[in-house]
Every structure is written in C-alpha cells, then in structure tokens.
C-alpha cells in the first residue's frame, strides 16, 4: 500500500519554542492531508485538512495561529506547532489522501517540558 | 452529523479465543465501513474495509460484514494471538462529508500468551 512518513517520530522541546512535524506522501500525490491528534488513550481528533496549495481548514477549537499548516507541495505538509506549552505535549497523526484511500503516518511523539 | 460508536475496552483474551469488538454507526446515505489497527507507539494501519451493504472485508484472518439494516460492521476473529494485541478503531467514510474519516473512540484488545 501506499506509504506515508513522519518526521520527526519524537521530539522534546522547551517551553516556549516551535516545532515542525513533516508529513511525506512517498510513493503518490496526496490531494488532501490531514493533521489528527491522539491523547493517551483516545481516539484521533482531526485537527485540520489541508488541500496543496491553499489555507488549511481548522476544525472547531483549534487554534489556526497555535497550530500552523503549510501544504506545500502534493507531497509534502507540515504542522508547525508554535510557543509550545506542556498541554501541547500528545500524539501527532498526518495522513494522505489520494483519490481513493486514506493513508496514515507512524505519528510523531511530542513532549514539551 | 455521522457518528461511530465502538465496545469500550480494553477487551483481554487469552490466545487462540474467539474476538468481537462491536461497532455501530450512524450517517446519511451509504458510508463505507473501515476498521484500523494501531500497534503501540505507531500510527494507524487500514485493517480491512467494506464499502456497500452485506459486503464482507476481511484481512489477516480478521473479517467484519456491512450490516445495513443493524448500522453495524462488527470485527471478528476466531482465534486471536499475542500479535494482535493493539488498539483497533472504526470508522465511516460518509459521502456527504467529502469522504473524510469519522473514527470511533477505540477498542484496546490484549491478548495473554
């Protein structure tokens, strides 16, 4: 099936500074990505969806200047997470879309301290 | 709006017994039906998917069948090991939303040697 990767898979930070997650679609252009969030235990919370090329669309709650998204390139997204605080500390899921099927990263593990 | 409702969990077997995990869903239309996997520390992987009514999808011994007039697309497997101890999600792709994901709360099963 069709790969997509995340970089990096963990990441610790200070609070107070940004961090960037990559999100990659290796082998197909993805039309669409998503950015989820996933606390211990729980469910995925989609974030936001992004469309190449065009604004990111935030889901109710989400804060767009907290949570940054560019979609660069029908491969490439990135979440940028900025003045990060211990709150921000979860489990970060992207995922690519071609035309048909909706595939997932390995998620990237953030913890602010 | 769609919604999907999954067992609580965590569901503990001992290897070699017979897996239910129950899903139930609610949506417009004709939504297809998936079921994912997410091992620990990594992402979500597609488990298998069904895309109209009374289909059946199945993957790694592990089958679910689109129950129509019951909303339901329950995942069974008749004989669990140790691998598949992991945290299974379903989902609903509904039309009417784009196609974007609608994922259940999750179902944690763990599978004793």
């Known amino acids: 099936g069709a790969v997509v990767s995340q970089h990096p898979s963990r990441v610790i930070c200070k609070s107070g500074t940004s961090v960037k997650i990559e999100c990659r679609s290796l082998d197909f252009q993805a039309t669409t990505m998503f950015w989820y969030r996933q606390f211990p235990k729980q469910s995925l919370m989609l974030m936001a969806t992004s469309n190449e090329g065009s604004k990111a669309t935030y889901e109710q709650g989400v804060e767009k200047d907290k949570f940054l998204i560019n979609h660069a390139s029908l491969t490439l997204s990135t979440l940028t997470v900025t003045s990060a605080h211990p709150e921000d500390s979860s489990f970060y899921i992207c995922?690519?879309?071609?035309?048909?099927?909706?595939?997932f990263g390995p998620g990237t593990r953030l913890t602010v301290l | 709006g769609d919604s999907v409702t999954q067992m609580e969990g965590p569901v503990t077997l001992s290897e070699e017994a017979f897996l239910t995990i129950n899903c139930t869903y609610t949506a417009t239309g004709y939504p297809s039906l998936f079921w994912y996997v997410q091992y620990p520390g990594e992402g979500l992987q597609l488990l298998l998917k069904?895309?109209?009514?009374?289909d059946k999808g199945s993957n790694k011994g592990f089958e679910a069948t689109y129950r129509k007039e019951t909303t339901s697309f329950h995942l069974e497997k008749g004989s669990v090991q140790v691998s598949d101890s992991a945290v299974y999600f379903c989902?609903?792709?509904?039309?009417?939303?784009?196609?974007?994901?609608?994922f259940g709360g999750g179902t944690r099963l763990m599978v004793k040697p």
């Open positions: 069904a895309t109209k009514a009374d």
């Open positions: 989902a609903l792709s509904g039309h009417n939303a784009g196609n974007m994901l609608t």
């Open positions: 995922s690519a879309r071609d035309r048909v099927e909706q595939f």
